[in-house]
């Protein structure tokens, strides 16, 4: 299992870097030309759509899935977005064989930026976009057993989005990122009550969702 979950993070990390790439050109020319070409995103938008995420707690892998909501103001190709989620939780028993499976819920939060990297127009109505993403916020996670654990979160990603320009302005968006979370047990940045006192620490995971904006 962590030979997979690993082989994910990687290849996130290699897509992130194929597409940061691609864009180097655009992000060298200081002529204004290219951002031109490039359909405004919307001033505000709204979205609703469904995540999945898996991540480490300690020895133990915990994964789910559930809702997200967002609010984004654009500015040109950038999206400046916050994002809330609410998830399903599982820490499994085989990686830790001692301990017996865990179910709970996740709740978390972000502010973000998302960048229109690539625009395809097929045509005057309608594109195809390719985005880079990032984010910073925090996960609070309660078990059944009572146990709590807060601690923060940095994601990078990409993704890619179908967008109408014209009424009705509909985006339908999949994203992928890889989550990193950047303490160990000392970390005042950690908060933990219960079991979780000894699963507490750094680990990396992903994110993973669609959505549709308007």
């Known amino acids: 299992m962590s030979g997979v979950r690993t082989a994910i993070v990687r290849t996130f990390a290699l897509v992130s870097t194929i597409l940061i790439a691609l864009t ?4 060298a020319d200081d002529d ?4 031109l070409e ?11 759509g469904f995540q999945g995420h898996g991540s480490r707690i300690g020895s133990r892998y915990e994964g789910g899935f559930g809702p997200t909501i967002e609010f984004a103001v654009g500015r040109g190709a950038w999206q400046y977005v916050a994002e809330a989620s609410v998830a399903t939780s ?16 996740l709740v978390r939060g972000s502010l973000g930026l998302r960048w229109v990297a690539r625009q395809f127009s097929p045509s005057r109505a309608v594109g195809i976009e ?6 910073l916020g925090a996960q609070r996670f309660a078990f059944d057993d009572n146990a709590r654990l807060t601690r923060p979160e940095v994601s990078l990603g990409f993704g890619m989005q179908i967008r109408r320009f014209e009424k009705p302005r509909l985006t339908f968006r999949l994203d992928a990122r890889a989550v990193f979370t950047p303490n160990d047990r000392k970390s005042s940045l950690v908060a933990c009550r219960g079991n979780c006192m000894a699963e507490a620490g750094a680990s990396t995971g992903f994110l993973s969702g669609i959505t549709l904006a308007w």
């Not at 390719?130 to 984010?135: E, H, P, Q, V, Y």
């Open 24 to 27: 180097a050109p655009a992000l």
């Open 38 to 48: 490039i359909e405004p995103l919307p001033r505000t938008s709204m979205g609703f």
């Open 32 to 35: 204004d030309d290219d951002e």
């Open 130 to 135: 390719l985005l880079l993403l990032s984010a």
């Open 90 to 105: 599982g820490m499994d028993a085989w990686g830790t064989p001692a301990l017996e499976e865990q179910d709970g819920r």
